[in-house]
């Protein structure tokens, strides 16, 4: 299923809502460009699962780890490594076999390692303040 939402920051918290009851898994893919609000959605999914966490970019940590509710969401940002073997190095197969939720940024960087079962959020343009995410949603 492939559903197209617009949203504004006020209303982020109902487009996170939307994605967490359609997941069919509980690997997330964000796709857009730098700026386009991958980071800022995961911080409302985040907050939606529980989590009362300071939730940033994982740039430079690669991974971060938030607790909602008794159990861990892993939240990937890609962007600045050099090949798969450094999301090797931190464990990456290890945090996406456990059974908690886990978001990536720039995961076309580690396309060998992606899981089978994902579901993508794809970030369009738009030309107002509003966001536009496609989700791909598998069935």
Known sequence: MNKIINYNLEDISLAADFILKNATCKTLIFNGVMGSGKTTLIKALVNRLGSTDNVSSPTFSIVNEYNANGSTVF???FYRIENEYEALDIGVEDYMSQNNWCFLE???KI?????NNV???NFKESEDDTRTIEIDINE
């Not at 396309?111 to 899981?115: E, G, H, Q, V, W």
């Open 111 to 115: 396309p060998n390692l992606i899981p």
């Open 75 to 77: 939240h990937f940002d």
């Open 106 to 108: 720039w995961a076309e």
């Open 119 to 121: 579901n993508y959020i």
